[in-house]
């Protein structure tokens, strides 16, 4: 019976799907709009080949898999569409969420290291700007903080001060 509640309430949000037209349906207009996808919706009737290949293709994506090409053709209108696509918004954030049970994947992520600068490292850091000329004067470093440049300390030679 939970289970029959959390359809209803889920099926509640469809037709806003549709009004804000974040839903993109076929599996080439998904490929096509990869930067664009919150998550995938495939047919609980889909071949396992064609699955296997949905899988691998949207690795990256949360792919779920529920409902039957009737209830695609009710809630959506789509005729025949076995793979449907959300875009990223607040509305797919929450239609995910409560489809995420029938999550068939656990999306890749990225083996990225954390790097963290530290508890010293809060600001921007005052990074030196070694610059010379050829009149024979020096500037010392010039700090560098985040946007702004302090100004450069030029000192003379001493046989030029005279």
Known sequence: MANAATNRSV???FPFVLRAGILMIGRETLGRNKGK???VLITED???AV????LADFKHYPVVQHYGPADLEKHFGVKGAKTLGFRKSGLAQSIYAE?????????????????????????PSPIPIMSGS????????????????AEPRISRSRNEEA
């Open 46 to 48: 889909i071949s396992e």
């Open 99 to 123: 489809l995420k049970e029938h999550r068939i994947n656990q999306p890749v992520t990225s083996a990225k290291t954390n790097i963290s600068r530290g508890p010293a490292a809060v600001g």
């Open 51 to 54: 699955r296997a290949e949905i």
């Open 37 to 39: 996808l919150h998550f």
């Open 134 to 149: 050829a009149s024979g004067t020096t500037q010392e470093p010039t700090e560098c903080r985040g946007d702004k440049l």
């Open 11 to 13: 099926e509640r949000l």
